[in-house]
């Protein structure tokens, strides 16, 4: 009797399984699919709102004015920020959505490559490499799908100074 009770046990566990393995690839297959679109919106109307230097829209596409962005100086850059300001500053600069919004529209828009995706329906990401006459690197934006569609919950990027590029490298 036990060995049926086992049996039946070990096949009712084995569709389970199977029916959840199954499951997770179609959620998988088909929600990157569908999002990587409407990142790639979000992307678009994003441009456009710095061209038209349109703050209200830029705002919109965070989930709040206090999303934090945080810039990190790479370090050749800051050994020439510090030697130019002859006194160590800070490393990385903490701010927000709004104070990076009303600074973005001020300046010319970025030369942008290297754009990159990802999604899993619920969170994903969007990064790119950055030129500006002010500097070069990376950005990412942490993006979440909202009850108002995909939005940025917070961006992180690399700052290097063109001074740096020309420093001697060797070592």
Known sequence: MKG???????????????????????????????????????????QQAVARKDVTALL????SGDAPVMGGIAPKSYAVITAANKQPVPRTFLSTAKQEVAGEIKLPPDQIENLNMYSDGEVGS?????????????????????NDGWKIASVVYSINVPAADSKNTSG
């Open 126 to 146: 969007i990064s790119f490499d950055y030129k500006a006459s002010v500097g070069h690197g990376r950005i990412i934006w942490t993006t979440v799908h909202t």
């Open 60 to 63: 919109d596409m965070y989930v």
């Open 4 to 46: 049926i009770a086992y049996r039946a046990f070990a096949v009712v566990a084995g569709i389970s399984i199977a029916t959840q393995a199954i499951g997770a690839e179609l959620a998988s297959q088909s929600t990157e699919g569908q999002d990587l679109p409407a990142l790639h919106a979000l992307w678009s109307r994003y």
